[in-house]
């Protein structure tokens, strides 16, 4: 926890900000206009895309998207199915919001509108009509791509829009893990099952964007969004994500509105490369100010983790750190599964001609063989991305130097141990006479000293 909450020296305040999702009033913000990295809170505007085609009758849940050679070659995280396999609609989105796949956003992208490029035009159309005026969209999936920003309030735009336009789908923000097959893979948002009331949406991730999540949860019928952006590690942005809802929760007073906020449009967003995947204790250390300054005690009672512990006893409050310490809890998984629908007689949704209906798209054999687009101004998502990769590498690659370490400390010191012994004089050997049998006199003289009382000391005393 020392490594985790730790550190000394000031640093930039990330991004925030609270709101209402009833009224869209603003409880708290914070730099909630500036530019920043989605990373894979990019999904969520995918998933709206992908809704809104749904409810326009475009496509439907049931209908299977594609994988196609470019969706393949995405970058983790991502389900890693082969070119051709199908996913129902439904499945691939569970997949996007559990898994975060970036595979399955951009096959996705390219059921939904026939390419990522004219994928990334409906977004963007999207988010102008919701009035998410700070944001640029090129990609589907958040892997990094410097054009590619928005803001803490166009997250809450978006974030709200998705339960007030969708409530229908509002579960598919709440998973805590879904089954394919026999694996289990649970949810990256740590908010679910920790905190009293937490109910979605999705977390991101990327070393120029730092540790993002979109979080709601609802309390008493009333139901808060809270943005954050740019944390340090995974801990401190679940730690901070319980302070702000606390304190929106118990104060509950409004500010501003969304549409008040000052309206500054898209700029370049800062890369916090070196303070998240580099040097991050400054950061942490300007993190958990911010925390201790938020955090109020909330009651412990509600969250389901402790809820279900047998014979727990509970705290009557407990803080944000306590909570984002919590363990993993355990839930029911949801089931997908990889082909078609049972019955489902309909067309397959993959690559085809911008603005062609699904079901009009050349045969499978041209479709494989498909190349990247030649436009120069596409987004490179095809390309390796390694800091979209989980800091996992880096943390196994770190206890694997640590063990190397303490073996080659351990054999320094049985090499020194062996010198020294080395070195000690030879102890000659006994002597064949001292270590001759004893006699059956010596013995019964030796038994019977041993039967003899030994006399106290004058001085010493009776023990119990």
């Known amino acids: 926890m020392l490594i985790v909450f730790g550190a000394s020296a000031p640093a930039r305040a990330a991004p925030s900000i609270v709101v209402d999702v009833a009224s869209g009033a603003v409880l708290s913000h914070d730099q909630a206009t500036a530019s920043w990295y989605p990373a894979s809170l990019t ?44 996913v129902t609609l439904h499945n691939a989105l569970v997949m996007l919001m559990v898994k975060s796949a970036n595979d399955i956003a951009v096959a996705i992208a ?21 009035g998410m005026t ?53 949810t990256h948002n740590q908010m679910l099952g920790r905190y009293p009331g937490a ?53 509950g007073a409004a500010l501003t509105s969304l549409a008040s906020l000052p309206n500054t449009g898209p700029t370049a967003a800062p890369d916090m490369r070196e303070a998240v995947c580099h040097h991050r204790g400054p950061a942490a250390a300007a993190f958990m100010a911010e925390i201790e300054e938020a955090s109020a005690p909330v009651a412990a009672t509600g969250i389901p983790l402790l809820d279900t ?32 629908a049972p019955g489902y007689i309909g067309p397959v949704a993959r690559t085809r001609a911008p603005g062609a209906p699904v079901g009009e798209q050349d045969d499978l054999s041209a479709y494989a063989s498909q190349s990247e687009p030649g436009d120069a101004n596409a987004s490179p998502i095809s390309k390796p991305a390694p800091d979209a990769v989980s ?13 190397a370490a303490r073996a080659a400390k ?20 006994k002597t064949a006479s001292a270590t001759k049998p004893k006699t059956a006199a010596t013995r019964a ?20």
């Open 391 to 403: 800091l996992r590498r880096a943390a196994a690659k770190h206890a694997r130097a640590v063990k």
């Open 134 to 186: 700070q944001s640029v969209w090129v990609n589907p999936n958040g892997l990094p791509d410097d054009r590619q920003v928005t803001s803490a309030r166009d997250l809450a735009i978006l974030g709200r829009a998705l339960y007030v336009q969708f409530p229908e789908h509002a579960n598919l923000f709440n998973i805590g893990a879904m089954q394919l097959g026999r694996q289990i893979i649970p």
């Open 199 to 251: 109910d979605g949406m999705k977390t991101g991730f990327t070393c120029p964007a730092g540790f993002n999540l979109v979080a709601s949860a609802t309390r008493g019928g009333r139901r808060l969004i809270a943005v954050v952006l740019g944390a340090p590690n995974p801990m401190l942005r679940t730690a901070k994500t319980a302070a702000l809802l606390d304190r929106g929760f118990q104060s």
């Open 309 to 340: 512990m047998s014979g727990a006893q509970q705290q009557p409050h407990m803080n944000a750190k306590e909570v984002a310490r919590l363990p993993r809890p355990r839930f029911e998984a949801v089931s997908v599964y990889v082909g078609r």
């Open 410 to 429: 351990a054999a320094k010191a049985e090499a020194a141990k062996a010198e020294a012994i080395a070195a000690e004089p030879s102890v000659k050997p």
């Open 43 to 86: 999904k969520l505007m995918t998933a709206y895309v992908a809704l809104d085609a749904v409810r326009q009758g475009r496509i439907s849940l049931d209908t299977p998207v594609m994988m196609s050679p470019r969706a393949c070659r995405m970058a983790p995280s991502k389900m890693g199915f082969r070119p051709g396999s199908e």
């Open 445 to 464: 003289e030796g038994q019977k000293r041993a039967v003899a009382p030994k006399p106290r000391a004058a001085t010493e005393q009776g023990k119990s």
């Open 110 to 130: 390219e059921g939904v509108s026939g390419s990522v490029e004219a994928f990334a035009d409906e977004m963007n159309r999207a988010s102008a009509s919701l």
